[in-house]
């Protein structure tokens, strides 16, 4: 391709150039030197077709009205959102203020919208379109948006999951200077129990629910940097509810969390309305007593990847449930596994602290075996033996005593080796690769014991969308805005990148699987279930050109392989006409 602007050409006349191609020298008017100009597409036309296919721009704008959805005069709030979901899923981790940059040589005619461009989308009327998503309400805005998507396209089903993780803040947020910085802030940025293992950072946290196989969230809430699962597991729940109410979603939700949702305080209570699953805490004593039985105690049902299950009924709080015993063959072994090397780290620290227990002088018998009895109770898996008293006398002087000299006082000292508890090493044995989940449904028949295994296990999909979004290919991991309600909006972007991530992926999944088509992975295997950040690499190196000749202007999609566009048609139409294939 031939790339020629005013520089690449000499003049000697007015209106005349002279261009050297090939070591030829050729004369052309200047109306007939081509100007050419290329913008990266890339996967970023994968993105914006699920963005416009789920029609996350008309639910925004419906949502806001038209007074509120004018960010400035030149865009939307629709328009400014789906340009941070590009810029988030377009993996550049940059600040608001640099999305312009981002998207300085994107066709953001295809992309979002005609009309729109990179310097429309600065930081100023990113910023702006944070504080209108603050001050609608970020939980409300995002699940105005998702429910009736959600509804419509049928991703909503009956069991949903609640999880929630921490994001680390960067700032000290200890106060604000003028508007917005003055109005009332959302969330608190503070310290809190860090599930980043980072107790130094600040952080704020985001619960989620989401549903069905294709992960997809209905309610993303942005929460205080000190909130407790326990506590806001049950709040969330209770506003899910009544934001189904207001939009006249009148099936209830069948609700799955982890052992935070487990409580005697909020869920072993008789003003619960709704079904539950969640995980038994392992501190419950009556659970600690059942994972401890032995195997044939039990009466297993087989099922599949390894898992076995026994269902008993429980009155745990008063309140009666099914309690399900759950035992993983693949679990056990791993688990088992690290028992292993904790035992052995165990004998060469009880080791140690026997030597040195040989070593230290007592008064009396009394104070040694006190002594004693600390140290070893700290054994889990080891026992003392053949531990024994020794009495030393103590001379006045050092070296071999005299035949006739008398000792100044006696010591007494305590000396014993170490052997394994096998008692305690196979009772602990017997708890591994085993946990109990708990549901207050009692009906076998609306609710099989697989299923509750199946749907707790349905968590993993919350808590690999919560690892995508800390990825640092992703956004971003640490936060850095001018306001927590800013952040607490942001969250609100975050999680609609997630919903178009999981859409795509699945909804690409699904198309392969029903038309019995494969794409190469990796490993150029042919699969039915590529990452789609996968697929997003292997657009890689699609650009667009517009060559203008005089009043001519041509444009093309270069670099549309047969892979590419099989990727590009499963997409579907709107991403048919973003890449210009048919």
Avoid at 372 to 378: D, L, M, Q, Y
Wanted: net charge positive; aromatic share 10%.
């Amino acid at each position: 391709m031939l790339k020629l602007q005013d520089r690449d050409c000499t003049s000697t006349k007015p209106g005349v150039y002279f261009l050297k191609i090939l070591d030829q020298e050729i004369t052309v008017p200047k109306s007939h030197v081509p100007f050419v100009a290329t913008q990266n597409l890339n996967h970023l036309g994968l993105v914006a077709s699920t963005i416009k296919e789920l029609g996350i721009p008309e639910q925004i704008d419906q949502t806001l009205g038209s007074e509120k959805s004018q960010v400035t005069k030149y865009v939307k709030v629709s328009e400014c959102v789906s340009a941070m979901i590009l810029n988030g899923l377009g993996f550049a981790n940059q600040a608001l203020y640099m999305v312009p940059n981002f998207f300085e040589n994107k066709p953001l005619d295809r992309l979002i919208n005609s009309g729109v461009k990179a310097e429309f989308l600065n930081d100023d009327a990113l910023g702006r379109c944070l504080d209108i998503i603050a001050e609608e309400d970020p939980t409300k805005f995002f699940a105005n948006i998702a429910f009736p998507i959600g509804i419509n396209r049928k991703y909503r089903r009956r069991f949903a999951r609640l999880d929630s993780t921490t994001f680390s803040v960067e700032g000290k947020y200890e106060g604000f200077g003028n508007s917005p910085e003055e109005d009332p802030q959302l969330i608190e940025i503070n310290y809190g129990h860090s599930k980043k293992h980072r107790p130094d950072l600040k952080q704020i946290v985001l619960s989620m629910v989401s549903s069905g196989d294709a992960g997809f969230s209905f309610w993303a809430e942005p929460l205080s940097g000190n909130a407790s699962d326990k506590k806001s597991f049950h709040e969330t729940i209770a506003k899910v509810q009544e934001f189904q109410k207001e939009i006249g979603d009148a099936e209830p939700f069948y609700w799955t969390a982890d052992s935070a949702l487990y409580s005697k305080t909020h869920l072993l209570k008789g003003s619960v309305k709704f079904f539950w699953i969640s995980r038994v805490p392992e501190t419950i004593k009556e659970a600690q007593e059942i994972v401890s039985r032995p195997e044939k105690a039990f009466q297993w049902q087989t099922l599949e990847n390894g898992y076995k299950v026994s269902s008993m009924e429980s009155n745990y709080g008063d309140i009666p449930q099914r309690w399900l015993l759950v035992s993983s063959q693949q679990a056990y072994d791993s688990e088992v596994e690290t028992m292993k090397k904790q035992i052995k780290k165990e004998f060469e620290a009880s080791e140690n602290d026997l030597w040195h227990l040989s070593n230290e002088e007592f008064a009396c018998v009394p104070d040694a075996m006190k002594k004693f009895r600390e140290v070893v109770e700290k054994f889990k898996f080891h026992l003392a033996a053949n531990y024994e008293i020794k009495t030393e006398p103590k001379f006045k002087t050092s070296g071999r005593p005299k035949v006739d000299e008398k000792p100044v006082r006696t010591v007494i000292r305590i000396v014993s080796t170490i052997k394994e508890n096998k008692k305690a090493i196979a009772k602990t044995k017997l708890t591994k690769g085993r946990f109990i989940l708990a549901t207050n449904d009692l009906n076998q028949e609306s609710l099989p014991d697989d299923q509750i295994l199946r749907e707790y296990k349905g968590l993993q999909k919350v808590e690999r969308g919560f690892r995508f979004l800390k990825d640092p290919w992703f956004l971003l991991d640490k936060l850095y805005l001018k306001t927590p309600n800013r952040i607490a909006a942001l969250t609100a972007i975050m999680a609609l990148c997630l919903m178009v991530y999981n859409v795509a992926e699945y909804e690409l999944r699904r198309s392969l699987k029903e038309g019995n088509l494969t794409l190469p992975n990796q490993l150029k295997k042919a699969v039915t279930n590529p990452t789609l950040r996968w697929i997003f690499q292997m657009m890689d190196g699609i650009t667009i050109i517009t060559m203008k000749v005089g009043r001519s202007v041509q444009t093309l999609v270069s670099n549309i392989t047969d892979l590419r566009a099989k990727i590009i048609h499963l997409f579907g139409k709107h991403a048919e006409e973003i890449y210009g294939i048919h």
